[in-house]
């Protein structure tokens, strides 16, 4: 099979570069042949994971993909990880997107050798394609620290990236590990349930004033790019949702020190204090889901590989510009990365 364009990845970035490259097809004379590979059995990306209280920072009208706004919210808060997940479905629907699953990719062969295409190998066959644009994420990657004592600890242990709400943990010593958003969100999910909670993080929490959310945050990092702000870290590391907001000001959720290892029972800290846990959650963030380029160079602010001008990338944050990673970001670089594929393919 041969396409001009091949985006891996069936998530809010990979909507939105299909989106772009529909829009840029209506002037073609010419169109760009292309499909979307998602590696899900569904649509939805990975907002289909999200636990139940997982809210957006922002307003339906302000967490919108390109071409259509979100649907209104009609609950308390912020719009639903579900809500989003519906919204994302409805939208490949709508534009009736090419996107192709279960397929999972495996690898792009040709990539530094322009005498050729590339090939991408994927679960249901290869393709040749002009361009690929990679738009994984990073859910499918969580991090894991490496902290002494991890393979001793008897009780669970999991990631952000495997919580699915509260109930496990009613009536357990929980601990959640890691100062930002998720972690502040878990622990304020768990504190009314846990028989014990206890937050740590490697350094005192910096909560954004209660008032700004994803709005305020899209604003600050499209400053930074002009050079007039520190951008959204000059800000805080957490967003003040309700619910974290309730945790701290109405139960009296506050951050411990990181502790120093975990035993067979709990964790210790530096000075000795030790304490006994069931459960740890690590809240420790993500990395780029790129195992299928094996090294590729990524981009620096921008969308093309340096290895290779057919290699592009959409949504991981800062490498494609800000707030790349955010369904109302997400539109600026799938834009950048539709218009770059044309150029390339048209020589």
């Known amino acids: ?31 760009l042949t292309f499909e979307v590979l998602d590696d899900r059995s569904r649509a939805g990306g990975a907002w289909q994971d999200g636990w139940p209280s997982l809210e957006l920072f922002s307003p339906a009208a302000y967490s919108s993909l390109p071409g259509w706004p979100m649907p209104p919210w009609r609950g308390p808060g912020n719009p639903s ?70 393979r001793d600890f008897a009780g669970t242990q999991r990631h952000t990236a495997d919580y699915t709400g509260p109930t496990a943990y009613d009536g357990l010593r929980v601990l959640v590990v890691g100062g930002g958003n998720s972690g502040a969100q878990i622990a304020a999910d768990l504190l009314p349930v846990a028989r014990e909670l206890t937050w740590a993080t490697q350094r005192t929490p910096r909560y954004l004033p209660d008032d700004v959310d994803g709005r305020a945050l899209f604003e600050a990092a499209t400053a930074a790019v002009a050079g007039q702000g520190g951008g959204v870290g000059s800000l805080g590391d957490i967003v003040a949702v309700p619910s974290v907001r309730h945790a701290r000001d109405e139960l009296g959720l506050h951050a411990a020190p990181m502790p120093d290892r975990l035993t067979a029972s709990g964790v210790r800290w530096a000075d000795g204090t030790e304490r006994a846990f069931d459960a ?68």
Not at 19 to 29: D, S, T
Not at 115 to 136: E, F, I, K
Not at 293 to 311: F, I, K, Q, T, Y
């Open 81 to 150: 990880a579900a809500h989003v997940r519906d919204y994302l479905t409805a939208y490949e629907q709508r534009y009736d997107l090419p996107v192709r699953r279960p397929v999972a990719v495996t690898g792009v062969s040709g990539i530094g050798d322009p005498s050729g295409p590339l090939v991408v190998h994927a679960s249901d066959g290869d393709r040749q394609a002009g361009v690929v644009v990679n738009a994984t994420g990073s859910w499918r990657r969580p991090f894991w620290p490496t902290v002494p004592g991890m």
């Open 280 to 347: 740890v959650i690590w809240c420790t963030g993500f990395r780029p889901a790129l195992g299928h380029l094996r090294g590729v160079a990524r981009p620096n602010g921008g969308v093309v590989s340096p290895d290779d001008e057919r290699v592009l990338f959409v949504g991981y944050g800062d490498w494609c510009g800000p707030a790349s990673a955010t369904l109302i970001g997400v539109g600026r670089s799938a834009k950048d990365a539709a218009a770059r594929a044309a150029a390339v393919l048209d020589g």
């Open 1 to 31: 099979m041969d396409l001009d364009v091949v985006i891996v990845g069936g998530g809010q970035s990979g909507l939105a570069t299909a989106w772009h490259l529909v829009r840029l097809n209506r002037r073609r004379e010419v169109p």
